[in-house]
């Protein structure tokens, strides 16, 4: 089973500040991932596929990078609405999720 | 506007079995495969089961193959998950996602969830 370590657990930002959370895998998944958002008592929303294509309506301000084993979601300048849980996917092997990454309000 | 909506989860004792569903509407059902992705009080998300388009391609995760089967009736846009054996580890809250790509190819990326269906599992 692939294994996917995000970091860092929890991130602390002010809003306009620039977000960046990592996902490592424990073997190669291409360009297999894809990023989530979850807020609180929601489903989550996909964000980013195949390591970096935005889905359908996600602002601009979402990007990601990465290949291979190391890969990187980044938020340009945080919203309000951005304060959330992320986590990454991979699709290489089966299906695993990272752990999550809390992104919240400093 | 495409919807997911899942039913038929509750409180469930060790050992015994409870069938999933998931009604959509909003798109053209039998062009995306379809997906259970579960969620445990507090924890990470767990992708369960996927079926292609046509139910020629299932998949299960390692933690419920044996026990879960998942199904789908394009007729009725609906899609199933019958669980059986079930273990307390099984608790979680249930998702029903659809594939992002359509027209027969399944991608594992999943761009529409319903607000999921408890499953809990107790004596």
């Known amino acids: 089973e692939i294994v996917l370590t995000q970091s860092p657990a929890t991130l602390s930002l002010s809003p306009g500040e620039r977000a960046t959370l990592s996902c490592r895998a424990s073997?190669?998944?291409?360009?297999?991932l894809a990023w989530y958002q979850q807020k609180p008592g929601q489903a989550p929303r996909l964000l980013i596929y195949?390591?970096?294509n935005r889905a359908t309506g996600i602002p601009a301000r979402f990007s990601g990078s990465g290949s291979g084993t190391d890969f990187t979601l980044t938020i340009s300048s945080l919203e309000p609405e951005d304060f959330a849980v992320y986590y990454c996917?991979?699709?290489?092997?089966?299906?695993?999720f990272g752990q999550g990454t809390r992104l919240e309000i400093k | 506007e495409v919807q997911l909506v899942e039913s038929g989860g509750g409180l469930v004792q060790p050992g015994r079995s409870l069938r999933l569903s998931c009604a959509a509407s909003?798109?053209?059902?039998?062009?995306?495969?379809m997906h259970w992705v579960r969620q445990a009080p507090g924890k990470g998300l767990e992708w369960v089961s996927g079926?292609?388009?046509?139910?020629?391609?299932?998949g299960y995760a390692d933690s419920v193959k044996g026990r879960f089967t998942i199904s789908r009736d394009n007729a009725k846009n609906s899609l199933y998950l019958q669980m059986n054996s079930l273990r307390a580890e099984d608790t979680a809250l249930y998702y029903c996602?659809?594939?992002?790509?359509?027209?027969?190819?399944?991608?594992?990326?999943?761009?529409?969830w319903g607000q999921g269906t408890l499953v809990t599992v107790s004596s």
């Open positions: 195949d390591a970096s």
């Open positions: 996602a659809k594939d992002i790509m359509g027209t027969g190819t399944t991608s594992f990326y999943f761009d529409y």
């Open positions: 909003g798109f053209t059902f039998d062009d995306y495969a």
């Open positions: 079926i292609s388009w046509n139910s020629g391609s299932i």
């Open positions: 996917q991979q699709r290489s092997n089966s299906i695993t």
């Open positions: 073997q190669s998944v291409s360009s297999y």
